[in-house]
């Protein structure tokens, strides 16, 4: 059984950084996709980053140069650092997965589909 678990998230100041992270069990990070995804109040949840088991990444244009996803194969964790916050930021943060390797070389890394969820951790930015 996939169990996806994010922790990091909480309150900060416009400008500020947050690290947030997925630890996974059932599920190997070398293969496969892993992505974060957000949800405002009132909004559909969108992709904000995701990477491949080679590496590859891609990005929501509105996090680009301030957003950064990696993972860390043995500690089968993935993060999302964020820095320069923003209060547009402000939403639930999810991470995903899915085992189609194929997702970002398809196109198809930001888009609302993985299979396995997380609960989500919440981050508010004030201004």
């Known amino acids: 059984q996939v169990q996806l678990v994010e922790s990091g998230g909480g309150s900060v100041q416009a400008g500020g950084s947050l690290r947030l992270s997925c630890a996974a069990s059932?599920?190997?990070?070398?293969?496969?996709?892993m992505g974060w995804f957000r949800q405002a109040p009132g909004k559909e949840r969108e992709g904000v980053a995701a990477?491949?088991?080679?590496?590859?990444?891609i990005y929501a244009d509105s996090v680009k140069g301030r957003f950064t996803i990696s993972q860390d194969n043995a500690k089968n964790t993935l993060y999302l650092q964020m820095n320069s916050l923003k209060p547009e930021d402000t939403a639930m943060y999810y991470c995903?997965?899915?085992?189609?390797?194929?997702?970002?070389?398809?196109?198809?890394?930001?888009?609302?589909?993985?299979?396995?969820w997380g609960q989500g951790t919440q981050v508010t930015v004030s201004s």
């Open positions: 995903a997965a899915d085992r189609r390797w194929w997702l970002l070389l398809h196109g198809r890394g930001l888009v609302n589909e993985y299979y396995y």
């Open positions: 059932g599920y190997t990070y070398s293969s496969g996709c």
């Open positions: 990477i491949d088991s080679d590496g590859s990444t």
